[in-house]
């Protein structure tokens, strides 16, 4: 059970690239999201999505796309990458619960430097 | 305001102290409450859920007062390992299910001999 897996582990891109990041997971949880952490600014939800299909903007969205289509994956999308997008970006997954009380589970994390 | 507000820190304190943490949130809605931990250069784990009626796993207490929307953490006979970032997550959760955490940006102890 290799819980949430992501890649790369670091990134070194020019303003104007596009990359994927990729994020997996073999726990089977239909909630799986997407945020970057920035110094002093918390982890911020770029998107998520509540199962196969099913996408939604979260906090950050501009310049990020995503796309659900299995239960497993859930890959981020930098369309033409900013400076502004230097981050650490953490993948996260979860059962949807009733009660909200679900345990997120994130994967190592990737690291991304724009130039 | 934000919506999650932690006192940064650093605390430092000697191995054996006892430490609290406080955090307070602006959503009276929020749903549930959760600290997390993150070691340098990880990624968050969860350490504990905070229930109305205040929780405790071993060394570690939380507490939730949503009278004053205040929460806190509790830690006793503080250990070298505990040096950490400990962060501040609440749920306002989703229409049709899931999770809208909003992240504290968090309170870094460091635990010293």
């Known amino acids: 059970n290799a819980g949430v897996t992501q890649t790369p582990k670091f990134q070194v891109l020019k303003t104007g690239q596009s990359m994927t990041l990729q994020c997996a997971q073999d726990m089977n949880h239909e909630y799986m999201s997407w945020y970057r952490q920035d110094p002093g600014m918390g982890l911020r939800l770029i998107h998520y999505s509540v199962g196969a299909g099913i996408t939604d903007q979260g906090e950050v969205p501009n310049g990020y796309n995503v796309s659900r289509s299995t239960t497993e994956d859930f890959p981020l999308r930098l369309l033409s990458a900013a400076p502004s997008q230097t981050s650490v970006y953490f993948c996260?997954?979860?059962?949807?619960?009733?009660?909200?009380?679900?345990?997120?589970?994130f994967g190592p994390g990737t690291r991304l430097l724009v130039l | 305001r934000k919506e999650v507000e932690q006192d940064p820190g650093p605390f430092n304190v000697p191995e054996g102290a006892t430490v609290a943490f406080n955090c307070t949130y602006s959503?009276?809605?929020?749903?549930?409450f959760f600290w997390y931990r993150q070691d340098c250069r990880k990624e968050p784990k969860l350490l504990m859920s905070?229930?109305?009626s205040g929780n405790e796993d071993g060394r570690f207490t939380a507490q939730l007062n949503r009278a004053s929307q205040y929460i806190s953490l509790l830690i006793r006979d503080s250990k070298l390992s505990d040096s950490a970032t400990y962060l501040c997550?609440?749920?306002?959760?989703?229409?049709?299910?899931?999770?809208?955490?909003?992240f504290g940006t968090g309170t870094q102890l460091k635990v010293e001999l």
């Open positions: 996260a997954s979860s059962y949807l619960g009733s009660e909200y009380q679900e345990t997120q589970y």
């Open positions: 997550v609440v749920n306002q959760g989703i229409t049709g299910g899931g999770n809208k955490l909003t």
């Open positions: 905070v229930y109305s």
């Open positions: 959503n009276s809605a929020s749903q549930s």
